[in-house]
């Protein structure tokens, strides 16, 4: 391989084209981008093994963890997530082994991080979901495995356990999908406002659901959360008998992707046409939006999530460089202007 200046390469591994998916089982599956690799497909084979500067390389152990909440294979959010932690594997040569709870309780995870732990892997990643497993995480972290999270950040005894963090600033997108409300949706003391979530007592939801209520406090108007779980089926059915109890509700806030990409066609089974704004991106969510029935939803750019995350992890094995905490996805909305940016088909995956 031609060798190339360390700054050409350092920029070469972050803009890199994005590989083709790799396989991925319903709940564990393993990659590897050695060269020797056990890897399917072309994307390992032809993927360096390392750069000329030890990135790759300098670590002895390279086997990773990657734990998903929900499962990437039916969720389309998740799923974004999960590509960026392979390509970011791949490209650090890094063996990554992926499990998810599919969605189950939260001492499924805890259960996932203590079986890692017994294979000693270099790092693990996971999302904080639920402060249940937090102590677990701190058990890897203690056994010196580097964990970094990503998606949802810790919020008790793991905040000191983690070395870095990927994700969404809940709470202040919350507040701007509240403003963006606002302007759009005339509201006024007492109306209805309802908030879904896949698991309302969770952080992402809180800090979300906070972030919205902090704006819509000031016409009066406070959030309805209901649950809807993580299933679609579930969730096209909890929305469907609350807005059929509920034909007066203002506006719909979806807190999570499960019931945001249901919102639609549960309004159509309720004979509603409330307004809808909410977070995340899924094909249901893009044709709501290019449809007017979705005013817009927030940005979170889960592949970054992912990839940025296993990436940080490969500088901190390799180069013992610290991991940073990085806003994904900024403070941007995407709406009926721009959501023709997401809708190229190379794209699945990785932006929708």
Request: hydrophobic letters at 40%; charged letters at 15%; aromatic letters at 6%.
């Amino acid at each position: 391989m031609t060798a190339l200046s360390r700054k050409s390469r350092l920029a070469a591994l972050v803009v890199a084209a994005v590989l083709p998916a790799l396989a991925l089982t319903a709940c564990s599956s393993q990659d590897s981008s050695s060269a020797s690799g056990s890897a399917s497909g072309s994307a390992a084979a032809s993927a360096p093994a390392a750069l000329s500067d030890g990135l790759g390389s300098r670590a002895t152990n390279r086997n990773v963890y990657f734990l998903t909440y929900y499962n990437p294979a039916s969720d389309a959010f998740w799923n974004q997530i999960l590509s960026g932690a392979k390509d970011a594997a791949t490209q650090g040569n890094l063996t990554l082994t992926h499990q998810t709870t599919d969605g189950t309780n939260p001492a499924a995870m805890t259960d996932l991080i203590n079986t890692a732990i017994a294979t000693k892997p270099a790092a693990m990643f996971i999302p904080f979901n639920d402060p249940a497993w937090e102590n677990a995480a701190c058990e890897a972290s203690k056994q010196g495995i580097a964990v970094i999270a990503y998606n949802v950040p810790p919020s008790g005894v793991a905040k000191g356990c983690v070395k870095g963090f990927v994700g969404q600033d809940f709470f202040a997108v919350g507040a701007i999908i509240g403003t963006e409300l606002l302007k759009q949706v005339k509201l006024a003391s007492g109306d209805k406002v309802l908030c879904p979530a896949e698991e309302p007592t969770q952080q992402y939801a809180i800090q979300r659901g906070g972030g919205v209520e902090s704006v819509l406090k000031s016409v009066g108007v406070k959030c309805t959360y209901l649950r809807t779980g993580g299933d679609d089926a579930g969730a096209l059915d909890a929305l469907t008998s609350w807005l059929t109890a509920n034909p007066d509700v203002k506006a719909i806030v979806p807190l999570g992707g499960t019931p945001h990409r249901n919102a639609v066609a549960a309004e159509d089974a309720a004979n509603n046409k409330a307004p809808i704004i909410g977070f995340d991106t899924s094909p249901q969510v893009i044709a709501g939006i290019k449809s007017g029935r979705i005013l817009a939803t927030a940005d979170q750019q889960g592949y970054i999530q992912g990839y940025q995350a296993v990436t940080q992890g490969t500088l901190y094995l390799d180069f013992a460089l610290s991991p940073a905490n990085i806003n994904s996805g900024g403070n941007a909305l995407i709406d009926k202007s721009n959501v023709a940016n997401l809708e190229d088909k190379a794209l699945q995956g990785v932006r929708w």
